[in-house]
C-alpha cells in the first residue's frame, strides 16, 4: 500500500492555519480585555459596598428605650437613647468626651415623637436622652392658675426627672459631658427646658425650644434658639417671648416656622422638620459665647413662686 500527499494541499492548508493565526489571537485578546474589564467592574462594586458598609457602620444610631424607675419618688421615668456607635465606642477608649442632649416633649405627645432631632443631634456625635416626663397616671395638665397657669408641679417635675437621667447617665455613659447640656423642649418640654436651665445655669450651654407658651425665655443665662409658630390656639403668655430689640440685646435667636405648633414634632411635614434640623445645626454650630444678662433672681429657681 502507498500513501501519496498532495503538495498542493498541504500549503493549502498550512495557509489556512497562517490564515487563522491572527483571528484566534484576536479573539484571546478581546477574551482577555472582556475579562480585566469584569474584574476591574467587580472590583469597582465591591470597593463600593465596603465604602457604603464603613459609611453605614460609622453612622449607625442605636435607639434604646430604658424604663428607668426612680425609687425615691416612686416614679417610672421612661428614656429615649439616642447614640451614634462609633461615637460611643470612641468614647469608651477614653478618645473623646460626648456631649448630652436632653429632649422634653410637649403635652400629649411621647418622649419617641422627635427622632427627627434625635437622629441629627446623634448623628452629630451627641448622647441623646428623650425623656417621657406625663405617665398615664398623671392627673392632666393645668389649664388655669398661678404661676404658668398652675403647671408650676409639672415643671418642678420635669426638673426632678431630668436630674434623675443625668445621675443614670453619668453612671451608665461616664464618658460624656455633663457640664455643658443641650436642652431641647417642644411646647410645655421647652417650658421645663427654660425652666431647668434658669436653675442651672453653670451646666446649660445651650436652650432650643419648639414654640414653649408659659416661662419666659429671658430666664435662660445660655445661648438660646426658639422656634416659633403660626400662633392660634397656641399663643405665648405675655413676655415670654421678647421683643425683636431685646432678642438682640439679650442673644435671642427666633425662627418663625410658619407651621401650626402641634406639627413641631414628628407628626409635621418633613420639609418642615428639614427647615428645622437645618436652623438647629446653623445654631450649634456657631461657637460664640453666650449672653451676658443679668443672673436670674431665686423667685424663679424651682420650688418658689412666679
Partial sequence: MSLTV???DVALDQSAAADRRPLQSAVKTK??????????IGAAVLLGLVVVAMTTTQLAIRHDRLPLFDTARSRSVPVDIYLRRDKEMAALAGMTQLPVA???HGNTVGSSEYSFICNMLAARGFLVASIQHDLPTDPPISMKGYPYVGRLPAYERGAANIEFVLGELKTREPNADYSRLLLVGHSNGGDISVFYAAAHPDTVAKVVTLDNLRVPLEFVRSR???FRSLG??????VGVVPGEADRDKDGIDVV????PHTELNDRGPEALK???NKALSEFLDKEKPGP????VTTQYAPGAPY
Avoid at 477574551?31 to 476591574?40: F, N, V
Avoid at 392660634?232 to 403668655?237: I, T
Avoid at 418663625?256 to 407651621?259: K, L, Q
Fill in 256 to 259: 418663625m416656622t410658619g407651621a
Fill in 6 to 8: 498532495n503538495q498542493g
Fill in 274 to 276: 428639614e427647615k428645622i
Fill in 31 to 40: 477574551r482577555r480585555i472582556t475579562w480585566k474589564r469584569k474584574l476591574l
Fill in 224 to 226: 438660646l434658639l426658639s
Fill in 232 to 237: 392660634g390656639d397656641f399663643k405665648p403668655d
Fill in 102 to 104: 436632653i429632649v422634653n
Fill in 292 to 295: 451676658k444678662r443679668p443672673p
